[in-house]
């Protein structure tokens, strides 16, 4: 599919990760992104509390609108910027008919999952509950979250570097992978394929409960969990002795395994190698 004409993009993004695929999706492209609209640092910190507010890290001379009022506020800035193309990634709150029906060729939502698969906030959820897959898709935008057509959708093994940052750069280029599939399509007019409701989960937060690793199951599913929990923040917990630790990553130890699960095998100035139901595993702590 031929590329399209340089494009005015407005991207609506809340979260550091999410505006970078955009931003590097537009510069290798040469499409120009003329507004980012994001949210007060109280309605858009569900990603990470403990990170900076997402405008201190937008590139400079990015021009940027911070407002909760999408309706009232970001309307009228984004239809007299008229954009082309209207482009989500990492924003919390649905985007109201009055944006979407602005921009020349539509709107688009970047998400992390095997779309109709994952839907909502924590689409890693599908890895902490046995997928061994990582996956992205690109879809048009719909009054409700994650139901559009599928303009682009990638499917690949989880990462060898099964780790928060190992995912992240795994949806970092499957993502970038369907933004120059989907753009294209978007600009030729393609309907996309609409999704199965069949097929359709939901993908809540991780409760408070599940961030506590079981140190007696397989090492690879602690792994998967790990992973899964740290994406945005190091959020895996395991108890050692009378105490809970954030871990910030897990690695596999050369060794045999020694003891019951939950065992210490050694410990570290930044961590422990433990026994688990099978092998054992390197924590860092964070």
């Not at 405008?55 to 910027?81: C, N």
């Not at 979407?100 to 959820?125: D, F, T």
């Amino acid at each position: 599919m031929s590329r399209p004409d340089p494009l005015r993009i407005v991207c609506l993004n809340a979260f550091m990760p999410g505006f970078r695929v955009l931003h590097d999706f537009a510069a290798r492209n040469g499409h120009e992104i003329v507004l980012v609209v994001t949210l007060p640092l109280t309605s858009g910190s569900r990603y990470d509390e403990g990170a900076n507010p997402f405008v201190v890290d937008l590139p400079e001379r990015t021009d940027v609108l911070i407002t909760g009022k999408l309706r009232t506020v970001a309307a009228p800035v984004v239809e007299a910027l008229r954009p082309d193309v209207v482009i989500s990634a990492a924003f919390p709150r649905l985007i109201p008919a009055e944006i979407l029906q602005i921009p020349k060729y539509g709107a688009i939502n970047c998400h992390p999952s095997p779309l109709p698969e994952g839907r909502g906030p924590n689409p890693s959820r599908l890895i902490y509950e046995g997928d061994e897959r990582v996956a992205a898709s690109v879809h048009r935008t719909a009054a409700e979250f994650d139901t559009g057509a599928i303009l682009a959708q990638r499917i690949a093994p989880l990462p060898a570097d099964l780790n928060g940052s190992g995912l992240m750069q795994s949806w970092y280029e499957l993502l970038s992978e369907c933004l120059d599939e989907a753009v294209p399509r978007l600009v030729a007019g393609e309907a996309g394929e609409d999704q199965d409701p069949a097929r359709a989960s939901e993908a809540p937060f991780f409760t408070e409960e599940e961030k506590l690793l079981d140190l007696a199951v397989p090492a690879a599913e602690i792994r998967r969990k790990a992973a899964a929990l740290n994406v945005t923040s190091p959020q895996a917990q395991i108890r050692v002795g009378d105490t809970t630790h954030v871990i910030s990553r897990t690695d596999p130890v050369d060794g045999p395994s020694a003891g019951a699960p939950g065992t210490v095998l050694a410990e570290h100035d930044n961590g422990w190698t433990i026994q688990t139901a099978d092998h054992p595993l390197r924590f860092t702590r964070s």
